[in-house]
């Protein structure tokens, strides 16, 4: 059975920093490309950050500079490193695993206020 386990969200104020992880199992990690998805209230479900197998990576414009992807093959995790949040930040946060079929992870919430 594939899981996605994100974890790390929660309440920050603005400028803060958040670690986000994506524990996975039951697929071959290191042949999935990754990424962080993210949904507001009332908005669409965004692409924020993805990392190939390869480890090349690529930012939605909002994000660069200010959060950093990565992966650790090894543990079968891909992290969301998050700084210099802002409140438009504030969404639930979903990982997503592709390589010909692809998995969503539950969700986490990361709230940013003051």
């Known amino acids: 059975q594939v899981q996605l386990v994100e974890s790390g969200g929660g309440l920050v104020q603005p400028g803060g920093s958040l670690r986000l992880s994506c524990a996975s199992s039951?697929?071959?990690?290191?042949?999935?490309?990754m990424g962080w998805y993210r949904q507001a209230p009332g908005k669409q479900r965004e692409l924020v950050a993805t990392?190939?197998?390869?480890?090349?990576?690529n930012y939605v414009d909002s994000v660069k500079g200010r959060f950093t992807i990565s992966r650790d093959n090894a543990k079968s995790t891909v992290y969301l490193q998050m700084s210099s949040l802002k409140y438009e930040d504030t969404a639930v946060y979903y990982c997503?695993?592709?390589?010909?079929?692809?998995?969503w992870g539950q969700g986490t919430q990361v709230t940013v206020s003051s």
């Open positions: 997503r695993g592709e390589f010909v079929d692809h998995y």
């Open positions: 039951g697929i071959i990690f290191r042949i999935y490309n």
């Open positions: 990392i190939t197998k390869g480890g090349s990576t």
